[in-house]
């Protein structure tokens, strides 16, 4: 049985959906009890459950019909405009919807008037409402577009290229979403505390998510663009970890112009970043290197954290996978990724692919 087809089954995929945003509430639940725990706030694991449950399960209710709209509105030849003025409205009924009925929640959870559970949120949740409303319909987007090129990969099975790069699509797609609610959880972590920071953050994550958006169909980018995403990528994790966190580069000059496959940078930084500088307090490094010889383009990725554990095997978690499945399809046995204890501390993961140059416009 296909995804596309457990997806159309109520009785499953509803459960499914609830089970998501449950987790997902839950996951900001932690945080927010963890950053009030740290701020010297008084707030208990049940008051932060039911704060963030009551803020997701409006969302998983709004949901619906965002939904409902992303898929009989989507940016197609000779319909982007109209798809981008429904979406525009759409957004904006959606922030307000948003913010009635979670006022009218948080009056049965503070005791308070209407008034003063709305006017908070008008003021803090307003642009992150509206970032709710894109990611939702980027994730439709991104479902609709693998159902789709599945069912595309069904009928031209006998044709190998095609089937290559349905599968190709299929894990770039996984990506997208991943990293777009990691970077929730950053924001999560400030808009209690600096409102200011998490504004900053959503608006770099709003280029972050054009930037994927635009790039989504394709395979293949220059290292220039690509560090170009992580470094948009980054600023939001700077913003979050301040101080704590320093970005070095050493990227020769003659290497800029190479091929590499569109968004493998990003889940190597942002796995540095989860394992070996957010678990420490010490001050973080994220070092980023590239360089050619004998038609080999290597990428390495390291930081200073704790570096890999003594006698455990190792985990992969989903950007590690398929970045390995993607180098896999894209270049055969001509590609290699390890990982291996950085100089000093941390870990360094390190990419090897043939050498391409993008061919220059004519």
């Not at 949901?63 to 197609?76: D, M, N």
């Not at 939702?136 to 599945?150: E, P, Q």
């Not at 003659?254 to 957010?278: C, F, K, S, W, Y």
């Amino acid at each position: 049985m296909t995804m596309n087809a457990i997806f159309k089954k109520p009785w499953i995929k509803w459960p499914i959906g609830f089970l998501f945003w449950t987790l997902v509430g839950l996951s900001f639940a932690f945080q927010f009890y963890i950053s009030s725990q740290k701020a010297g706030l008084d707030v208990s694991w049940s008051q932060a459950v039911s704060y963030a449950l009551g803020d997701w399960y409006v969302f998983a209710v709004l949901s619906i019909p965002v939904i409902w709209l992303a898929r009989h509105f989507q940016f197609e030849a000779g319909r982007r405009a109209k798809a981008l003025l429904v979406h525009f409205f759409g957004g904006l009924i959606f922030s307000l919807a948003y913010m009635v009925l979670r006022a009218w929640i948080g009056r049965w959870q503070s005791s308070s008037s209407f008034a003063e559970a709305f006017q908070p949120l008008l003021v803090k949740t307003w642009h992150f409402n509206l970032l709710i409303y894109w990611v939702i319909v980027a994730v439709s987007f991104a479902f609709d577009y693998y159902s789709k090129y599945r069912e595309r990969e069904l009928r031209a099975a006998e044709l190998e290229k095609n089937l290559v790069q349905a599968k190709l699509h299929a894990l770039q797609m996984q990506l997208n979403p991943h990293f777009l609610f990691n970077s929730l959880h950053s924001i999560s972590a400030l808009m209690h505390r600096d409102v200011e920071a998490a504004d900053r953050m959503i608006a770099r994550l709003s280029d972050l998510l054009r930037a994927a958006l635009a790039g989504s169909a394709t395979q293949e980018v220059t290292l220039r663009e690509e560090l170009e995403f992580v470094r948009r990528f980054l600023e939001i994790e700077q913003i979050r970890f301040g101080d704590r966190l320093t970005v070095k580069t050493e990227v020769a000059p003659d290497t800029l112009d190479a091929l590499v496959p569109n968004l493998i940078l990003q889940p190597l930084v942002e796995n540095a970043i989860r394992h070996g500088i957010e678990p420490h307090a010490k001050p973080g490094c994220i070092e980023l290197r590239a360089e050619r010889a004998d038609g080999v383009l290597t990428l390495e990725v390291s930081d200073n954290g704790g570096g890999l554990p003594a006698g455990e095997p190792t985990v992969e978690g989903v950007g590690l996978s398929n970045t390995r499945a993607r180098l896999r399809t894209l270049y055969g046995e001509a590609h290699g990724l390890e990982l291996r204890a950085a100089p000093g501390s941390g870990l360094l993961v390190r990419l090897t692919i043939p050498m391409r140059a993008a061919k220059s416009p004519s």
